[in-house]
């Protein structure tokens, strides 16, 4: 069964201290792996989307990564506007759907 | 920068009725998909949309639900008889391909 998930549940952060964000996956094939930010009540809103193991991508303070088995989303010095849930989604070969995590809920305090 | 809109941001019913939630599509994209959030759980695909054809559904997506693309703007999402385990966030999104899905704010659906 395709499976997502993430880890920490929750990230407390000063302002300034660099942390990893983690999604493992489990997929028949993967299409492409997708990192979304939510906030409090709002939709997802689109930052990353990954195909292939060894790729990256980056926006600002953050970095998306992808192997195998996993995806790092790293933040680097980050600010507390940076603070929300981070989803990471996986999209199975010969689907259209989205397959999401729970989200990692991280908070940066000044 | 263009976006996803969904309309109303918050419906409250009672369960046994019918509800009809509208969605605009970022207007260039071809691939329509609702979503939906029960609160503190992950977000659930519900159905795919393409040329004016369900392309994939859940299996939540039972026979209460369905969906219409009435004209060429609005894409919306219909609850028959709504029941109290479908409250939750819905959210509409679309795609130019079957690649990145841009989502849009959400509804927040209360039964009562």
């Known amino acids: 069964e395709d499976q997502v998930t993430q880890s920490p549940e929750a990230l407390r952060l000063q302002e300034g201290e660099s942390s990893s964000l983690n999604c493992s996956y489990t997929v028949s094939g993967l299409r492409g792996l997708f990192w979304y930010r939510q906030d409090p009540g709002k939709g997802p809103e689109f930052l990353f989307t990954l195909y292939s193991a060894g790729e990256e991508k980056e926006k600002e303070r953050l970095k998306a990564t992808l192997t195998k088995k996993e995806s790092f989303l790293h933040i680097t010095a980050p600010k507390p506007e940076d603070s929300a849930t981070y989803l990471c989604a996986v999209q199975p070969r010969g689907t259209d759907k989205l397959i999401f995590g729970t989200g990692t809920r991280l908070q940066v305090f000044p | ?46 159905v795919s949309f393409y040329n004016n054809e369900i392309s994939e559904k859940s299996e939540i997506f039972d026979d209460q639900f369905s969906v219409e693309r009435p004209d060429g703007s609005n894409f919306t999402l219909k609850i028959r008889s709504t029941k109290l385990e479908d409250s939750a966030m819905y959210f509409c999104a679309s795609s130019i391909s079957t690649d990145t899905q841009y989502f849009g704010p959400g509804t927040r659906l209360t039964v009562l």
């Open chain 2, 1 to 46: 920068e263009p976006e996803v809109t969904q309309t109303p941001s918050h419906q409250v019913t009672q369960m046994g009725q019918e509800v009809i939630l509208r969605c605009v599509p970022i207007s260039n994209h071809l691939y329509f998909y609702w979503y939906r959030q029960i609160l503190g759980q992950k977000v659930e695909f519900l």
